[in-house]
């Protein structure tokens, strides 16, 4: 009881505030953690990301951050363009989540890791805001562009954190005739969920709050 509680309070939260809400009302970001933070949406781009996915069907793009100045600050590429003009974008977690079409949240905390890693992996971060960045469209591994799973993997593993699982799949249809090959090997978004080296300390989904909700209001007319 308490546990469902707590998860109404949250929706609620998410709800009333929609996309300006301070997701530090429902948890407390801890210096000196990296972040994984995973949304879903209904755009474009999302729907076919997700069809992609292992386990999460939700999931479509993923960014990676830490706390700057009490701030929880997030890196990630995009096929949209941001505001430096390429495909990378570095913004505020108010930012990330600022969609119409925002239907999907998670926020992951990398466990264990000490402050030699931790330092490394700021340092591969801050150091990839100094080239342009630009979206893989052909999703390819071994090129100098990226979609936004293999970002995070790139930057994790060049710090020898291995949390990304790739999966390989067949291509049919479109798919098949724009990527131009039979096979697809790629890191999902949702690749590293099965991590045990991961924890997931917050989710919030549109469509599982619209029938807690409904729930709520029906036994309320009763």
Not at 86 to 91: H, I, S
Request: overall charge neutral; aromatic content about 14%; proline content about 1%.
């Amino acid at each position: 009881m308490i546990v469902v509680t707590i998860f109404i309070v949250a929706t609620i939260i998410f709800n009333k505030q929609s996309k300006k809400m301070k997701i530090t009302d429902i948890i407390t970001f801890k210096e000196k953690v990296i972040y994984l933070v995973v949304r879903g949406t209904d755009s474009k781009s999302g729907w076919i990301a997700k069809e992609y996915n292992q386990i999460d069907k939700n999931a479509t793009h993923i960014a990676i951050g830490f706390l700057i100045n009490e701030k929880l600050k997030l890196f990630h590429i995009s096929d949209e363009l941001s505001i430096r003009n390429d495909n990378l974008f570095f913004e505020s977690l108010d930012d990330f989540i600022l969609r119409d079409d925002l239907k999907y949240l998670s926020i992951w905390e990398l466990k264990e890791i000490d402050n030699d890693h931790f330092n490394n992996i700021i340092k591969s971060l801050m150091n990839s805001l100094r080239e342009r960045q630009y979206f893989d469209k052909q999703i390819e591994f071994n090129n100098d562009v990226y979609y936004c799973s293999e970002y995070i993997n790139d930057i994790l593993s060049k710090n020898n954190i291995n949390i990304f699982d790739d999966n390989i799949i067949l291509l049919k249809g479109i798919p098949k005739i724009f990527l131009g090959r039979d096979t697809l090997n790629y890191y999902p978004v949702d690749g590293f969920m099965q991590s045990n080296k991961v924890i997931k300390i917050f989710e919030w989904n549109s469509d599982i709050e619209s029938s807690i909700l409904r729930f709520f209001h029906r036994a309320k007319k009763k």
